[in-house]
């Protein structure tokens, strides 16, 4: 398999070179991350409770326009696999899954390095809305509406195509428990996201 995905990746590297950014240039980015250390806060009458969860992966795809050789906006979406809660008082038997979908605005600075492995490093936003999936067994016991989602963090381009990414990224949200009513959980979701990706320009 990996020799597999070297051989797509060298492949693509030929077709689809990607140089140094002009203004009105675009590039479309794939990404796979891994999620550091992922907890959830629960908030409600004035007390808290965090769980956390186990790491878990996610799968991005990016589009960018340089609206400046060194400033990009763009798109992404991005969807994270649903992780078990690592938590004592979860009943073992219960599948106790939470992973999220984000769909985001995001903007870039690339700062040119003078290097022949990093070309680019860049501080990195993003904006938008996620999406939070919980299991079947979660769901029976609670009603969980969607919110907020943003990201802050660093990248780097690595020989012109390849990035790596470190993102400390937050989801927002609210639950009611079904059958008792307006409940007022305050869900904030938070992770570190290490994402490693390749480049294409178009």
Excluded: H
């Amino acid at each position: 398999m990996r020799k597999l995905l070297a051989v797509v990746l060298l492949a693509a590297a030929m077709v689809a070179p990607a140089f140094a950014a002009e203004k009105g240039s675009m590039e479309i980015n794939g990404k796979l991350g891994y999620l550091i250390n992922p907890e959830l806060k629960a908030e409600a009458n004035g007390q808290s409770k965090t769980i956390d969860f186990k790491g878990t992966f996610s799968l991005e795809a990016d589009f960018f326009y340089y609206v400046d050789p060194k400033i990009a906006v763009g798109l992404g979406l991005e969807y994270v696999f649903p992780s078990e809660m690592d938590d004592s008082f979860i009943p073992s038997e219960m599948d106790s899954k939470c992973g999220n979908t984000n769909i985001f605005v995001q903007a870039k600075y690339d700062f040119a390095i003078e290097n022949d492995i990093f070309n680019t490093i860049y501080p990195l936003v993003q904006l938008g809305y996620g999406i939070i999936n919980i299991s079947d067994d979660l769901s029976k016991g609670f009603d969980v509406k969607n919110g907020l989602y943003w990201a802050i963090g660093l990248g780097t381009t690595i020989k012109e195509n390849f990035i790596v990414e470190l993102l400390y990224a937050f989801n927002y949200g609210t639950a009611d428990m079904i059958g008792e009513g307006p409940s007022g959980i305050d869900l904030t979701y938070k992770t570190f996201k290490f994402k490693v990706g390749y480049k294409f320009a178009i």
